[in-house]
């Protein structure tokens, strides 16, 4: 029987919908692990839930089991994620699921991480447990965007998050951009970069804004202050600014052949240089190898029409302000070289929402 035919139930669609609400909680503390909820149901009533909460503590499908105790014997477990099959930090959640007497376990999705990639499925199977894939999968590869463009791809998931005034304008044309959006699109910003594994911006940014790149909430939330990654051909950045302070780790991207100043200390690292210009796909999988799921980028019109050309962005973050800047206003993106209607880059609108006095907008670049 194929994932596609299940018959799933209307308790089914609920209770996976309830895992995947779980799940999300754990967007900014996670990474590079991906978000997984459990719900443990018998009787058609919830004995246990959980979701993987922090790197390195026990994953959704053990909390759930010590919620649901003895209840969970003859019961259907609910996974957004396939349970893991080998011991890493923890032991395996297929082999604590068939040590609880679990019943049947219904997944969203296969774990393509090769360590699992399908074995927690079959240990499940090998032990007379039911299992049935499939049930809201395309929620769930959402969910984990990140987690699965890193295992897949290569690469991690990119966001370039824009402010631009109404006549399409990013900064004055002396680079000045602070501020374009108001303080509840900066805020809801902050929500965005606490789910981002890194913060990338280039040395032309740090220089003219001098930004700190930090995650702030505004309230006790957890999260993993994602790492900075500042694109710096010559190192001219590597001993200022406000990125080199706080918690967050910073790590300087830079030509081969440049080299560190004498007496600065900083996380750096060299990457291809062509033509003059960063090769952004090294520079990606270069962020994938330390394990950066999300990426989101900060920058100004020349590296955020660099990634859009080279077909790297998977969404645009836009918040638009009403506000108009003028002609000689910097423009979104530089260097696309579009010259006529059929070369247009065209992208889907997935949400628009009012944020205070601006609009923002997520955007997918659109495939036909």
């Known amino acids: 029987m194929t994932a596609a035919s299940f018959p799933f ?16 909680r754990g967007a900014y503390t996670t990474r590079p692990n991906p978000m997984v909820g459990c719900v443990i149901a018998n009787d058609g009533g919830i004995v ?27 019961a259907t477990a609910y996974v957004t994620l396939e349970p893991c099959a080998h011991t890493g930090k923890t032991a395996p959640c297929a082999d604590a699921l068939v040590e609880a007497g679990v019943a049947r376990v219904v997944g969203a999705m296969r774990d393509p991480f090769p360590k699992v990639d399908g074995a927690g499925f079959e240990r499940l199977r090998a032990a007379g447990i039911v299992v049935e894939t499939g049930l809201m999968e395309a929620q769930a590869r959402e969910l984990n965007r990140g987690f699965l463009s890193r295992i897949e791809r290569g690469r991690p998931w990119l966001r370039i998050k824009l402010a631009t005034s ?3 304008r990013s900064a004055m044309a002396s680079g000045e951009s602070k501020w374009i959006s108001g303080e509840a699109a900066r805020h809801d910003v902050q929500r965005w970069r606490a789910r981002a594994g890194a913060i990338l911006t280039g040395a032309g940014t740090v220089l003219m804004d ?41 790590l300087y991207l830079h030509a081969p052949d440049a080299r560190m100043p004498r007496g600065v200390e900083a996380q750096h690292m060299h990457v291809p240089v062509r033509g003059g210009l960063f090769d952004l796909h090294a520079v990606l999988k270069l962020l994938a190898e330390r394990g950066i799921n999300e990426v989101q980028v900060e920058a100004g019109a020349t590296l955020a029409g660099g990634f859009l050309s080279a077909g790297l962005v998977d969404e645009m973050l836009l918040y638009v302000a009403p506000v ?23 992208m889907h609108i997935v949400d628009t929402r009012r944020i205070g006095e601006d609009v923002r907008v997520l955007l997918q670049p659109r495939v036909d």
């Open 324 to 346: 108009i800047l003028g002609e000689r206003a910097r423009p979104l993106f530089d260097g696309l070289h579009i010259d006529a209607m059929v070369d247009s880059l065209r």
């Open 9 to 24: 139930s209307a308790i089914d669609h609920a209770m996976m919908a309830r895992a995947l609400r779980l799940a999300e």
């Open 166 to 168: 109404i006549d399409g």
């Open 48 to 74: 246990g839930e959980g979701w993987h909460q922090r790197v390195g503590g026990p994953h959704a499908e053990v909390l759930a089991l010590l919620g649901a105790g003895d209840r969970a014997r003859g």
């Open 210 to 250: 001098d930004p700190s790149l930090t995650v702030r909430l505004g309230d006790d939330s957890p999260f993993v202050p994602p790492l900075r990654v500042v694109l710096d051909p010559g190192l001219a950045t590597v001993a200022r600014g406000h990125i080199r302070e706080g918690d967050a780790p910073t």
